[in-house]
């Protein structure tokens, strides 16, 4: 009896496990292996296509503001459902998983630093993954220039370090672990996940993002705190949609696609 109960939460945990992801980022990863099979099947080299991040959802500016801000609302959906799937009487899942403030200075320089060894490596990746025709045109905003864009692209930002960071890393770690799986196969699985949904983007940003991966996943399970990051993706994201444009205007052609 014990043993079929066991088998029985065994088969809930990986249920539960495939609505989370086919919720959030496990469907992300279909449609961006689909969509590079497109591109792929297209006369043009990889290098030749482009791919927009944040994207215009109106041509009138409220309702694209409107908009916008929906879809960041909605798309934290399942973060919160992560955290009700997590709670266990006692503890909360934001204690379980490092989510909280228990710890500001440690948490801000490590986010800072992990920032700075993905960022510098990755933008010379895209660089490089460019000119072998490996990456696709990444424009990260294409929005038009409004009082709100600025705000608009910083909370589009923080959308996505908690969704990636708190269910690929900190949600998809605490179950795997229940699983049994060891430290190694969970980052590795985790890693893996991580570049599949950005393989939109070309093969470049899906190694960049494996490698990401790794390093967050050895970060994680060393500090056991989501917070540091959450920061460090929140950076370079900000630093990503918000200085394309800049970029552009100051140093022509320096990044592909502008």
Do not use: C
Not at 96 to 113: I, S, T, V
Not at 177 to 202: D, K, V
Not at 223 to 243: E, K
Request: glycine share 10%; no cysteine.
């Amino acid at each position: 009896m014990k043993q079929w109960n066991t088998q029985q939460q065994r088969a809930r945990t990986w249920l539960e496990i495939a609505i989370v992801l086919a919720l959030s980022l496990g469907s992300s990863a279909i449609y961006s292996i689909v969509s590079l099979i497109r591109k792929l099947t297209t006369p043009e080299a990889l290098n030749a296509q482009k791919t927009v991040i944040n994207q215009p959802l109106s041509d009138q500016p409220i309702f694209d503001l409107v908009y916008q801000l929906l879809g960041i609302a909605f798309g934290l959906v399942p973060v919160v459902l992560v955290f009700w799937l997590l709670a266990k009487p006692g503890q909360s899942a934001f204690t379980q998983l490092g989510f909280n403030f228990k710890e500001p200075g440690k948490d801000l320089l490590r986010g800072f630093g992990l920032a700075v060894v993905i960022g510098i490596p990755g933008l010379a990746l895209y660089i490089v993954g460019h000119a072998l025709g490996i990456t696709v045109t990444i424009v990260p905003t294409a929005l038009d220039t409004y009082w709100w864009t600025i705000p608009v692209l910083v909370l589009a930002a923080l959308r996505a370090a908690l969704v990636e960071e708190l269910i690929v890393v900190g949600y998809l770690f605490t179950r795997l672990r229940e699983l049994g799986w060891h430290t190694w196969q969970i980052i590795t699985a985790s890693a893996l996940l991580r570049g599949s949904y950005h393989l939109y983007q070309g093969f470049g940003p899906f190694i960049g993002n494996v490698v990401m991966g790794v390093v967050f996943g050895y970060a994680y399970q060393r500090w056991g705190r989501t917070m540091p990051l959450v920061i460090a993706h929140w950076i370079l994201d900000i630093v990503s949609f918000t200085g394309y444009a800049a970029m552009k205007a100051l140093v022509p052609g320096f990044l592909p696609g502008t």
